[in-house]
């Protein structure tokens, strides 16, 4: 169930200059969270900040009602939020929008870049309840913007490429050698900028592999309110927020 509920800064774990793992307690029960939900953050003490910000959770202990984000420094919000004294008030809207489906498959792959690897550690928590075989493909422009890695090791092997060849294969993700064996794997997963995920739905496209990716539209206010977050569909257009932020590739009207 939605909730507006205050949280306090419990810890900041930073995974390079501008990455940042931030875990937040709350005295009160923590909602279930299912993979691929977000919440709306409101930034303390940012008077300039006014809109929540849309971050997808990362983590959640059911056990020590904390609930933890992976957040890439982006502007004066996601640069606000790193910067809090342990203790600090952060009130959050949670659980939004949709999750992803984890049904039928045996063997998946899951493509993520930049922020976008943030919802993938509940998918690959659900997935291996399943025993469902999980292959992560992460990229960035270089190493420093690769991180946790041995996290994700845990619950999947883990491919990388950057575009200057530092770590991993050299290039964009759509060019490692994994897409050489695509169609190995009955189902694709896939978070992060738009080409990337345009890219990798054409491949899933033109193998009858299954996609679902999850948008990362600007957004207001997180609850189907103000429209600003739309994106057309197969079926009319749809409110990122609400109707998503996880889609079926083949449902997004996207001229790929
Ligand atoms: C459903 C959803 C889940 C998200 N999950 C995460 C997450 O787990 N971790 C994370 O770090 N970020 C996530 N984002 C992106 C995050 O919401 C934006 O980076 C953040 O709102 C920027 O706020 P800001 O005040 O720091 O920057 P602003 O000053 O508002 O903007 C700085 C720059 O970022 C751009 N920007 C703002 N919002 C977005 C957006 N939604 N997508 C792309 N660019 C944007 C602006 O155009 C501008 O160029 C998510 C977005 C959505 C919609
Ligand atoms: S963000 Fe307001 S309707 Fe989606």
């Not at 774990?13 to 919440?39: C, H, M, Q």
């Not at 998918?123 to 399943?130: G, H, P, Q, R, S």
């Not at 890695?149 to 050299?170: A, H, I, N, P, Y």
Request: aromatic letters at 8%; proline letters at 4%.
């Amino acid at each position: 169930m939605k909730k507006i509920q205050d949280f306090r800064v419990k810890e900041y774990r930073w995974l390079n200059e501008t990455g940042y793992l931030l875990t937040l307690y709350s005295d009160l029960k923590i909602e279930p969270v299912l993979p691929g939900n977000f919440a709306e953050i409101q930034v303390p003490g940012t008077p300039e900040v006014f809109l929540r910000r849309p971050i997808s959770v990362f983590d959640a202990d059911y056990e020590n009602r904390s609930i933890t984000f992976y957040i890439k420094v982006a502007g004066k919000g996601t640069k606000k939020l790193g910067e809090l004294n342990q203790g600090t008030i952060v009130n959050i809207i949670y659980p939004l929008g949709n999750s992803f489906t984890v049904n039928g498959s045996k063997n998946v792959l899951v493509v993520g870049g930049g922020s976008g690897i943030a919802p993938f550690v509940l998918l690959a928590d659900e997935l291996k309840k399943k025993n469902i075989k999980t292959t992560f493909l992460f990229g960035a422009r270089t190493k420093k913007e690769i991180v946790l890695t041995r996290e994700f090791g845990r619950l999947g092997k883990v491919w990388v490429t950057t575009e200057d060849g530092s770590l991993g294969e050299q290039g964009l993700v759509t060019q490692h050698t994994v897409f050489k064996d695509i169609l190995t794997f009955d189902k694709i997963y896939s978070c992060g900028s738009d080409p990337m995920m345009k890219a990798v739905a054409k491949i899933a496209g033109e193998n009858r592999i299954d996609c679902e990716v999850s948008l990362e539209n600007m957004m207001a206010c997180g609850i189907g309110a103000c429209l600003c977050c739309v994106t057309e569909t197969t079926s009319g257009n749809k409110c990122v927020c609400t109707d998503g932020p996880v889609f079926n590739s083949k449902e997004l009207a996207w001229q790929i």
